[in-house]
């Protein structure tokens, strides 16, 4: 039996460089996702450090402190309807954090944070922080409210009590 003819020769040699090819784009192409994956947790990460750095920071502070001074959510509602009415500072100090969360709660919606990290770090607090602001946001006139706010705490309260049974 004759072996195989110089074109079959030039046939299998060219399907075979080929085939390496096709192989090394696939790894090639893989290894791009790899990198565009560590390059999205690394933007991730840094997003949210520089989010949750801001918690600490001494215009986030005050805001705290202030929220602090009241004993009830009532009690609070009642002064920042009184700042507002009267165009104090300290109606722009409050609103420091209900912008802080509405903030994180729209990028959580768009997919530049991530959900599970907010659970981590906020979990039961992003509750307790909506709760307290609860009055104070209902009784803005002419105004939405903070809805990304809201529909996150709401996405919370489902992980945190998946039967609806303790958070609602």
């Not at 990460?45 to 502070?61: C, P, T, Y």
């Not at 509405?102 to 039961?124: N, S, Y």
């Amino acid at each position: 039996m004759p072996g195989p003819n110089w074109a079959e020769q030039v046939t299998a040699i060219a399907t075979a460089v080929g085939a390496l090819g096709l192989l090394g784009a696939l790894c090639a192409a893989v290894f791009a996702g790899q990198q565009v994956k560590e390059a999205r947790k690394a933007r991730e990460s840094q997003i949210a450090a520089d989010f949750f750095r801001r918690w600490n920071e001494d215009s986030l502070l005050e805001t705290r402190r202030l929220v602090a001074t009241f004993d009830t959510k009532e009690e609070l509602r009642t002064a920042f309807e009184a700042f507002i009415a009267s165009n104090a500072d300290e109606a722009y100090v409050l609103y420091r954090e209900l912008d802080y969360f509405e903030q994180l709660a729209a990028l959580e919606h768009v997919g530049a944070f991530d959900f599970e990290l907010i659970k981590l770090l906020l979990g039961r607090t992003l509750i307790d922080r909506w709760e307290m602001w609860k009055p104070s946001i209902d009784s803005m006139q002419g105004t939405d409210g903070y809805p990304m706010f809201e529909s996150l705490v709401a996405k919370m309260k489902t992980a945190l009590d998946p039967a609806g049974t303790a958070l609602r």
